[in-house]
Structures are given as structure tokens and as C-alpha cells.
Nanobody
Framework: QVQLVESGGGLVQAGGSLRLSCATS????????MGWFRQAPGKERNFVAA????????YYADSVKGRFTISRDNAKNTVYLQMNSLKPEDTAVYYC?????????????????WGQGTQVTVSS
């Protein structure tokens, strides 16, 4: 089992920044990649960004490319999502997820473990 705990959400004005953290524990050696997803009220959960655990290869949704940066600190078993130039449409609950296998890292169904989510609200 892998446990994930997100932190860092909050309320910010448009154009501002936030950094989300996802602390992992448990069988972290089994992790192949980590991802961030978000879900706005009444909408489905969407891919935001992902990073491979060993190689640090990153992937981004087009809507956040150039504004968000995913990174990881293997020594701390923590993944980060730096969010800059935030827009009201970025408002959502953000979830951290971990997966044990390679494949399409943009697919939520292929992730094995999920955090509880953290709310990000961007005011206009």
C-alpha cells in the first residue's frame, strides 16, 4: 500500500501562485509515476500533470503547460505542483495519485492510489 497526503491548497487571486505538495509513505519503492488530477464541481476528474518517479520525465495537460510545474524530491518522497499565473478556471479539488506501472500517465483509471484532495480556489 501507498499512502498519499496533499497539502498547500487555498484561496488565491487570479494571477497568483500556489504550491501543492503530496507526501507519500508506505511501499514507495513500488511507485512508477505520480500524477496530479483536478475535479471541478459537476465535472469529471481531469489530468493535470505527471512525473516518472525515477527518471523525472514530465507530462502536462495543454491547459496548464507553461504555467504549472511538477517536480519530485525522492529523498523526501514528495511530489510538488507549482502553479503560477492561476486563472479562475483552475478552481477545483486537486488530487495526487500514484501508479505502479508504465503506460498512459494521463489516464486516471490506471492510478492505484489516491490522496484525499485539496481545494484550490482562484478568485477573479
Amino acid at each position: 500500500q501507498v499512502q498519499l497526503v496533499e497539502s498547500g491548497g487555498g484561496l488565491v487571486q487570479a494571477g497568483g501562485s500556489l504550491r501543492l505538495s503530496c507526501a507519500t509513505s508506505g511501499r514507495t519503492f513500488s511507485i512508477h509515476a505520480m500524477g496530479w488530477f483536478r475535479q471541478a464541481p459537476g465535472k469529471e476528474r481531469n489530468f493535470v500533470a505527471a512525473i516518472t518517479w525515477s527518471g523525472g520525465i514530465t507530462y502536462y495537460a495543454d491547459s496548464v503547460k507553461g504555467r504549472f510545474t511538477i517536480s519530485r524530491d525522492n529523498a523526501k518522497n514528495t511530489v510538488y505542483l507549482q502553479m503560477n499565473s492561476l486563472k479562475p478556471e483552475d478552481t477545483a479539488v486537486y488530487y495526487c495519485a500514484a501508479r505502479s506501472y508504465s503506460g498512459n500517465l494521463r489516464t486516471a483509471d490506471d492510478y492505484d492510489y489516491w490522496g484525499q484532495g485539496t481545494q484550490v480556489t482562484v478568485s477573479s
